[in-house]
């Protein structure tokens, strides 16, 4: 299936650092979204980069996107204690009608006060 | 309503008695999904609705899982005879409409422990 594979598998930084995430997929791509899940919760969406896409910023987030490579990265700038969270990249296969989501383990990102 | 929201937020079934957990979306959305997510993993595909049409179950378990929507609204997940490897966190999230280039909302879940 089309599952993202997020690295590394735990990041621990300070405020105020900046922290990437990256994910790599096996194929053609429709798009890409990011999520966080904080613990215990629901996951929110962060991003959706489509495949024509190379690049794309909201707030603190920037996220890059690779098709030769199959890969992305979400950069978290100026990291707050808040961001406290699993990041999950989420591949949407090319000729999908709808958008399963199938996830990788995440990416568990601690930001220390 | 504001967001999507489930019900309930914690069960504790013994093994072989049935389940049934119940999501709201939110108003209008035309898609919905089903996850369950298992400890220190990511969540994965169970099932998915366009309005009241369950367009793929391929990720359903078994056939102890079954799901509906019928009016395209609320939905409920129902689990019979649990099992213990049935505990997880299932996750239900919507999208305004189908077509993949779409976020999704997701409800806060429902733990479910089959002791």
């Known amino acids: 299936s089309q599952q993202g594979e997020e690295d590394p598998q735990a990041l621990s930084i300070q405020e105020g650092e900046n922290a990437t995430m990256n994910c790599s997929y096996k194929?053609?791509?429709?798009?890409l979204q990011w999520y966080r899940q904080n613990s215990g919760r629901g996951l929110v969406h962060l991003i959706l980069i489509r495949s024509n896409e190379r690049e794309k910023h909201s707030g603190r987030l920037r996220v890059t996107l690779d098709t030769s490579k199959k890969s992305s990265s979400l950069l978290i700038t100026a990291s707050r204690a808040a961001d406290t969270a699993s990041y999950f990249c989420a591949p949407i296969a090319g000729g999908t009608s709808y958008g399963k989501l199938t996830f990788g383990q995440g990416t568990i990102l601690t930001v220390h006060p | 309503g504001a967001g999507v929201s489930q019900s309930p937020r914690y069960k504790v079934a013994k093994r072989g008695q049935d389940v049934a957990l119940r999501c709201d979306p939110i108003s209008g959305h035309v898609s919905l999904f089903w996850y369950q997510q298992a400890l220190g993993q990511g969540p994965e595909f169970l099932t998915y609705?366009?309005?009241?049409?369950?367009?793929?179950k391929s990720g359903l378990p078994s056939d102890r899982f079954f799901a509906e929507r019928p009016e395209g609204s609320v939905s409920t997940l129902k689990i019979q005879r649990t099992q213990q490897e049935d505990s997880a966190v299932y996750l239900c999230?919507?999208?305004?409409?189908?077509?993949?280039?779409?976020?999704?909302?997701f409800g806060p879940g429902t733990r479910l422990t089959v002791t």
């Open positions: 194929t053609s791509i429709n798009n």
């Open positions: 609705f366009q309005n009241e049409a369950q367009l793929d």
């Open positions: 999230a919507s999208s305004w409409q189908p077509g993949a280039g779409y976020e999704q909302y």
